[in-house]
């Protein structure tokens, strides 16, 4: 079945720790994105990328980092420098990116404490 | 400036009832694509609906319609005859041809009671 992966489903972390999330697609997809949503709130973007090994910042990339070195690959690290990580993180995928819809992995709630 | 608007937070229904959610967008694009989303309680977003600005004919998929007003930027989904599955957050989104971005607006969480 074609789709995307994110695991785990939860992740507890020490405050202080950095903490990898991961992202897998087998949709042949060029653009992927990272996505941070907070409880009652709207999704915010984080990193997006266009294509292999280039990525740009979104909105609250601050705190975080990824890489793209594979085309179905996009992990996210939440590094100690995040002021609040706890979240639910969601990412994404598409053909392209613009116009093109958006297709979600189930998501990674991490907790930090 | 937030350019998707949903202003309705929370929504309750009872069951069969139609419900119409509201999205409105501001964009100086004039080509540019609005979609809608579903996420149930399992937190996974589930894509419904993509227009392009150039087709304002409205839509139509069972239960669901949707309406695309350029005049008004409004492009609200309707559910006829609710059912309890329906409950969710739904996100109206934004994608404008001359950036990278969705726009997510904050999402209108429905609740529909049996």
């Known amino acids: 079945d074609g789709g995307i992966t994110q695991s785990p489903k939860y992740l507890f972390r020490k405050e202080g720790q950095n903490v990898t999330l991961s992202c897998e697609q087998n949709?042949?997809?060029?653009?992927m994105y990272w996505y941070r949503q907070d409880p009652g709130q709207g999704l915010r973007l984080i990193y997006y990328?266009?294509?292999?090994?280039?990525?740009q910042k979104g909105d609250i990339a601050e705190g975080y980092s990824v890489s793209r070195e594979k085309k179905e690959s996009f992990p996210l690290t939440v590094t100690s420098a995040q002021k609040n990580p706890t979240a639910f993180y969601l990412c994404?995928?598409?053909?392209?990116?613009?116009?093109?819809?958006?297709?979600f992995g189930p998501g990674t709630r991490l907790t930090v404490t | 400036a937030q350019k998707v608007t949903q202003a309705q937070t929370e929504i309750s229904v009872v069951e069969k009832e139609d419900v119409t959610l509201d999205c409105v967008y501001e964009?100086?694009?004039?080509?540019?694509?609005l979609f809608w989303y579903k996420q149930p309680p399992s937190g996974e977003l589930v894509f419904l609906i993509r227009?392009?600005?150039?087709?304002?004919q409205n839509e139509i998929s069972g239960r669901y319609s949707w309406n695309f007003q350029k005049s008004t930027s409004s492009f609200n989904f309707t559910i006829t005859a609710s059912q309890v599955v329906d409950s969710a957050v739904y996100f109206c989104?934004?994608?404008?041809?001359?950036?990278?971005?969705?726009?997510f607006g904050t999402g209108t969480s429905l609740t529909v009671i049996p």
């Open positions: 964009t100086r694009d004039t080509t540019y694509y």
């Open positions: 989104a934004l994608s404008e041809l001359t950036g990278n971005q969705f726009y």
């Open positions: 949709l042949n997809h060029d653009a």
């Open positions: 227009r392009n600005s150039f087709d304002e």
């Open positions: 994404a995928s598409s053909p392209g990116t613009s116009g093109y819809e958006q297709y």
């Open positions: 990328s266009q294509i292999v090994n280039d990525f």
